[in-house]
């Protein structure tokens, strides 16, 4: 599933628009993305 992917299923379960999903899913992945730079943890998503 690509991050394209992602956005349009969430904007469809949720009726945001995608620009919106976009902003939310981008922010998502930088918050993960330095978390594990900075701190070098694993990241579990359940």
Same mark, same amino acid.
């Given at each position: %599933?690509? !991050? =394209?992917?992602?956005?349009? +299923? /969430? =904007?469809?379960?949720?009726? %945001? =628009? !995608? @620009? *919106? &999903?976009?902003?939310? /899913? $981008?922010?998502? %992945? $930088? +918050? &993960? !993305? @330095?978390?594990?730079?900075?701190? !070098? *943890?694993? &990241?579990?998503?359940?």
């Amino acid at each position: %599933m690509t !991050k =394209a992917d992602i956005i349009n +299923e /969430v =904007a469809i379960a949720t009726g %945001m =628009a !995608k @620009k *919106e &999903v976009s902003i939310v /899913v $981008e922010s998502f %992945m $930088e +918050e &993960v !993305k @330095k978390s594990l730079i900075q701190n !070098k *943890e694993n &990241v579990y998503l359940r």
